[in-house]
């Protein structure tokens, strides 16, 4: 399954340490153990002391004539293409979580308070530790498109997928509710609790309840399930999803809340995604051993036939089809990924840039909300010329501001202070998953826009680093002139407070804050007013764009 890496690639995407771990905190191995001792135990306490309760489903082995029967053609196509879909996107969102492998309940991402961990390293102390070293490798078999590093593609997956996942999920409730396939899943009465209960003790002693035709009925666990899995596991991914964009929570601080906070949105996401996957697991063994072939003859072909292999030969064509595309897909991630990049611009790109991108940020942490920690990413600068500068402090630092301007300039640290100063406590997004919330001041971008006087014809405004990218070349950014004129996009100078560290981006780095993290230079050495970002690079917008794949800006 390795590509053709080049010995630089191979370094990167397939390391020598590609030890796979799992660590989860006492208090969560305390959680589980009491959820499973308090279900499955209770069960086997029942069942030893007062006897296997009564099976509800034996009520309802007949058929009243309202209710709904059988399997409407639109409820196999929903279930398959729910299917496909979902794989693809479990796995493309596995191979994202593993660029940011740790998971936390607060806004600090602070290494040692996280509740699980994938990755068997802590933090080395004293050493310059980026969340990109951080990142772990994930076999291709389970990740979209997995290695390491690769946060760019996964993204590309995720995002491509997700509105057919949603759309589907609408028809399929719509159509639910307009016939009434909809009385087979949602509970009408309060019974099913009780039921459910007797139910789940006959499985968890293992004497499996009495099989309603599911043509007809479910029992009531089953019904549940399904009922979880629909009105409440979607929902919550596609809201949890949506509470971890920097342009939606940096405009609707109370949005992110609902969930607790960023952090512990991003937590509940990966909590969906394993229900789902325990659902998955547990469903196909269920369909599988309650009657596979009768089973698949209802959720493929709609027919009640006991008989017929053909609902099971199509259902494993289907499975089969979906592992096809599993090894397409690969193939594309690794080698048509400018295509694939392409294609998420010129599809959610657009949607992006008429929606969330338009909203302006604002800043509404107060000086508590700060966290103890914030990671570090990027590659320190190398070049001469700045660590002179580092050595006497940035006493001879110019920062050059020119491209198609009536009013080129160069300006030190001190004459951009004269200019004027913001100060605003915001929450930094990485597209990596951690986030941190910081003090930033600095000049707003607004102002030197004002002095330099951009010509009409400027759409793009690019800021090039001291620093280099992740394989080499100076690391740049651009953003749009409409992105840098909004209240909370600065070039900083100060963090919580403090002149701006080496490592955090000194002498300068650059804020806009309904942006991911990779956006935002740091160590600026100059800033170039241009028609379009074509010009610089690889032409796609930034470093990360050219080589990583990074979600591109749509084209108008
Ligand atoms: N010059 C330069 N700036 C950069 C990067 C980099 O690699 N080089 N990484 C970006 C990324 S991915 C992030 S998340 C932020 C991290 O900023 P911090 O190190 O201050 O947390 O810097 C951004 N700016
Ligand atoms: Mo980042």
Redesign the pocket.
């Known amino acids: 399954m390795i590509p053709n890496f080049t010995q630089a690639e191979k370094a990167v995407h397939y390391p020598e340490d590609r030890r796979a771990y799992l660590g989860l905190k006492p208090y969560m191995k305390i959680i589980l153990l009491i959820l499973l001792v308090g279900t499955v135990g209770a069960a086997w306490i029942q069942y030893l002391v007062f006897g296997l309760p009564i099976d509800p489903s034996k009520s309802f082995l007949w058929v009243k004539s309202d209710e709904p029967s059988g399997f409407p053609i639109w409820i196999s196509l929903a279930h398959w293409i729910n299917f496909f879909f979902l794989m693809l996107i479990i796995r493309s969102g596995l191979s994202i979580l593993f660029d940011h492998p740790r998971l936390y309940w607060n806004n600090n991402s602070k290494p040692e308070e996280q509740w699980i961990r994938f990755t068997p390293l802590k933090i080395p102390k004293n050493k310059f530790w980026t969340?990109?070293e951080d990142a772990r490798y994930l076999s291709p078999i389970i990740g979209l498109p997995g290695y390491k590093h690769t946060v760019g593609i996964a993204r590309v997956w995720h995002f491509l997928t997700v509105p057919f996942f949603v759309l589907n999920g609408c028809f399929f409730v719509f159509l639910l509710f307009y016939t009434n396939q909809w009385q087979r899943l949602v509970p009408q009465s309060w019974q099913i609790i009780p039921d459910a209960w007797n139910v789940f003790v006959h499985y968890a002693t293992f004497n499996f309840p009495v099989e309603p035709d599911g043509f007809y009925h479910y029992n009531a666990v089953q019904q549940l399930a399904y009922f979880g899995v629909i009105f409440i596991l979607a929902p919550l991914a596609m809201l949890t999803g949506l509470a971890m964009s920097p342009a939606i929570d940096n405009r609707f601080h109370w949005y992110p809340r609902l969930f607790g906070n960023r952090q512990s949105a991003r937590s509940i996401h990966f909590l969906v995604m394993f229900a789902f996957v325990a659902f998955i697991i547990i469903h196909v063994s269920l369909v599988a051993a309650t009657g596979l072939v009768r089973n698949m003859n209802h959720i493929v072909m709609g027919s009640n036939d006991t008989e017929s292999k053909t609902g099971l030969f199509l259902g494993i064509a289907i499975i089969l089809f979906t592992i096809a595309f599993a090894f397409l897909a690969h193939w594309l991630s690794w080698n048509k990924q400018r295509s694939l990049q392409k294609l998420q611009a010129s599809t959610n790109g657009k949607i992006w840039k008429y929606t969330i991108n338009r909203f302006k940020a604002q800043a509404d942490y107060k000086k508590k909300d700060i966290t103890s920690y914030?990671?570090?990413?990027?590659?320190l600068p190398d070049s001469p010329k700045w660590k002179e500068m580092v050595d006497n402090n940035f006493a001879d630092y110019k920062l050059k501001i020119g491209g198609l301007v009536e009013n080129p300039v160069e300006l030190s640290v001190e004459e951009l202070k004269e200019m004027g100063k913001e100060q605003n406590i915001t929450m930094?997004h990485?597209?990596?998953g951690w986030s941190?919330i910081a003090e930033w001041g600095g000049l707003p971008l607004s102002k030197i826009i004002e002095l330099v006087k951009p010509d009409a014809s400027v759409t793009t405004v690019a800021f090039c680093?001291f620093?280099e990218?992740?394989y080499g070349g100076i690391?740049y950014d651009t953003h749009t002139i409409d992105n840098c004129m909004k209240p909370d996009s600065i070039l900083a100078w100060e963090m919580n407070y403090e002149p701006l560290s080496l490592?955090?981006?000194a002498p300068l780095?650059l804020r806009v804050e309904n942006q991911l993290?990779?956006k935002?230079?740091?160590?600026i050495e100059r800033i170039e007013f241009v028609t379009s970002a074509k010009d610089l690079g690889k032409g796609f917008g930034g470093k990360?764009e050219d080589d990583e794949y990074f979600d591109l800006m749509a084209d108008s």
Do not use: D, P, T
């Open positions: 969340a990109k914030f990671w570090l990413n990027g590659k930094h990485c597209i990596q941190g680093s620093g990218g992740l690391y490592e955090h981006g780095r993290g990779y935002m230079v740091k160590w990360n």
